[in-house]
């Protein structure tokens, strides 16, 4: 169960995502002149197979950009986030791998004592937490291991703080943990302090 503070917290979360889509989706009606159901419904009517072939396809013959595109098909076929609730979207994270779940539920719960500005966002693979600006990821990453994605840029790695490399990437470090129980006072202050850098 989640606390009442994570609670809160989630629920704003959903309502600024809310928003969010409803702009890009009146934006695409602007752009267009059709709703994101009528393309929507458009697409699923004229499929075209995988998922990059139909974004390409709209992008080809109707002028869209990737984005609007993407956005398209995924609703198209149910499978944007657009489509969830964010229970939903959580729930389907641990499909499979049910036993990290209670890592997830712990973190959380310490991580909301943080602050009250704390943003919740579920995504399909991952939950984001934002302050005024993303300080870190919360994700089953394997059946068998859990990962925290940290933005802490300038930070030297330690045995427990691992670099993330490679081009394009938002978090820079990671840690690993496997089971509830593994989670200490070092991970809990790594979070703090990602989370009090992105103020």
Known sequence: MLSAAATFVLNKSKRMDKVTAETMAA????NTGKSLAEWADFAKKNNKGKHGESVKWLKENFGLGLFFADL????????DAGSFTDDQLITKQYQGKE????????????ITSFGSDI?????????????????????????TRFEIELILKGQPATPLLEAITGAGVMCTHKIKIEKASEINIEMINWIKLAYSKAN
């Open 119 to 143: 943003e919740i966002a579920p995504k399909k693979g991952y939950v984001s937490l934002r302050r005024k600006k993303q300080f870190a990821c919360l994700k089953p990453a394997t059946k």
């Open 27 to 30: 934006n695409l009606l602007t």
């Open 72 to 79: 398209i098909v995924h609703r198209a076929n149910g499978t």
């Open 99 to 110: 036993h990290l779940r209670a890592i997830y539920d712990t973190l959380i719960s310490q």
